[in-house]
Every structure is written in structure tokens, then in C-alpha cells.
């Protein structure tokens, strides 16, 4: 059974740093592209940062040059590094695979809950 696990949010202030980890179980993601996502109360889930199964990654424009995404194959396990954080990066954010590298994101977590106060 395939499972994905966010863990590392909470509460900072802003110009403040989280790091988001993704544990995966049940099949090996080493070839999947990985990624993150987010939605803000009242919004729509939108996407945060992506992984191909070969290193390139790609980011929103609202975090480009704050976060960084990365995995370890070893551990089945993908991270999400944010720095420089901002009142409207609030949001839950949930991390997901897409195993045949079409964009489509068949296996998602639960979410872990980021709020950055002012």
C-alpha cells in the first residue's frame, strides 16, 4: 500500500526557514517525479515545486529563490527547503508522486500545516 507522509510544519515568523520531509512507503519512487503543493484557506490547491526522476527541477514563480526542492532515493524521501517565508505562504502543503511522469499526481499525503505569521 502505497502511503506518503509530510512532516515539519508549524508556526514562524516571516524571513523565517521550515523544511518539509516527505516519507514514501510502498513501492520505490526512485523513478517517479516528486513534487510539492499548497492551499490556503479558501483557495484552490495549487503547485509549489517539482522533482523529475532525473534531477530537473521546476518551482512557482511565487517561490523561486526561496525554496528548494530535493530527495534522497535512498530513504524513498523528498524534502522541501523554504526560506525567506511570508505571511501568504500559509497554507496546508501536501507532497505527491506522478509515476508516469505526465504530470499526473496519483499518490498524495495528508498535508502538514505551514503558517508564518507577521
Known amino acids: 500500500q502505497v502511503q506518503l507522509v509530510e512532516s515539519g510544519g508549524g508556526l514562524v515568523q516571516a524571513g523565517g526557514s521550515l523544511r518539509l520531509s516527505c516519507a514514501a512507503s510502498?513501492?520505490?519512487?526512485?523513478?517517479?517525479?516528486v513534487g510539492w503543493f499548497r492551499q490556503a484557506p479558501g483557495k484552490e490547491r495549487e503547485f509549489v515545486s517539482a522533482m523529475a526522476w532525473h534531477g530537473k527541477t521546476t518551482y512557482a514563480d511565487s517561490v523561486k529563490g526561496r525554496f528548494t526542492i530535493s530527495r534522497d532515493n535512498a530513504k524513498n524521501m523528498w524534502y522541501l527547503q523554504m526560506n525567506s517565508l511570508k505571511p501568504e505562504d500559509t497554507a496546508v502543503y501536501y507532497c505527491?508522486?506522478?509515476?508516469?511522469?505526465?504530470?499526473?499526481?496519483?499518490?498524495w499525503g495528508q498535508g502538514t500545516q505551514v503558517t508564518v505569521s507577521s
Open positions: 505527491a508522486a506522478d509515476p508516469q511522469s505526465d504530470d499526473e499526481y496519483d499518490f
Open positions: 510502498g513501492r520505490n519512487f526512485q523513478a517517479y517525479n
